[in-house]
């Protein structure tokens, strides 16, 4: 009995779908209302989440070392570095790469 060629089950994600939403995206200025109201939010209240750990705390407790030619972020838990944040008059540098996300509280 010859064999059957093989069928994708009716929910499997196709080539097709994939070209369908390839080209369907906006440029960054979509993101200008979003992050606008998140970047509005008091600081302190944010919370984060350490790539090196994976603790959770609120922005508050961060260890922050400003003696620096910037601000340095260390976990509270276990001193990795969270971020940096570096100013000069007209440009300022935050580099996140220390934390897996941030949570901005809403207010509703
Ligand atoms: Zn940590």
Known sequence: MPQQPHQPPEDHYTGQYEYKYEYEYEDGN??????????????TTVLGRCTGCGSDWPLARLHVYAHAPGYVGRCPDCDHVILRLVRSPDKAWLDLRGTVALTFPLGT
């Open 30 to 43: 979509a993101l200008a209302g979003p992050l606008a109201e998140i970047l509005a939010v008091d600081p």
